[in-house]
Nanobody, 126 residues
Framework: QVQLVESGGGSVQAGGSLRLSCTAY????????MAWFRQAPGTEREGVAA????????YYTDSVKGRFTISEDNDKNTVYMEMNSLKPEDTAMYYC???????????????????WGQGTQVTVSS
């Protein structure tokens, strides 16, 4: 099993920034893809960003390109997501997830991710 623990959520005004962190514990050897998803009440869970651990290739959904940056620190077994120029529509519960690998045509499919964190709330006020 892999345990993912998120932190860094909070409340911020539009235009502000937050950095989310996700630390992995346990058997992480099989997880070469780490991703951030988000879900607002009554909506589908949406893939926001992902990173391949082996080569640090990144993937982003169109709505956050240029504003969010995903990165990782292997020594700390931690994935980060820097969120800049936040908008009210970014308000959601954000979840860290892990799976074997990332692929350009499927990185954002939540069903492919075996491990999930508990979520951290991000609220952006106008």
């Amino acid at each position: 099993q892999v345990q993912l623990v998120e932190s860094g959520g909070g409340s911020v005004q539009a235009g502000g920034s937050l950095r989310l962190s996700c630390t992995a514990y346990g058997y992480t050897y099989s997880s070469n893809c780490m991703a951030w998803f988000r879900q607002a009440p009554g909506t589908e869970r949406e893939g926001v960003a992902a990173i391949r651990i082996s080569d640090r290739r990144t993937y982003y959904t169109d709505s956050v390109k240029g504003r969010f940056t995903i990165s990782e620190d292997n020594d700390k077994n931690t994935v980060y997501m820097e969120m800049n120029s936040l908008k009210p529509e970014d308000t959601a519960m954000y979840y860290c997830a892990a799976r074997f690998d990332c692929y350009s045509d499927s990185w954002s499919k939540s069903l492919d991710f075996a491990y999930w964190g508990q979520g951290t709330q991000v609220t952006v006020s106008s």
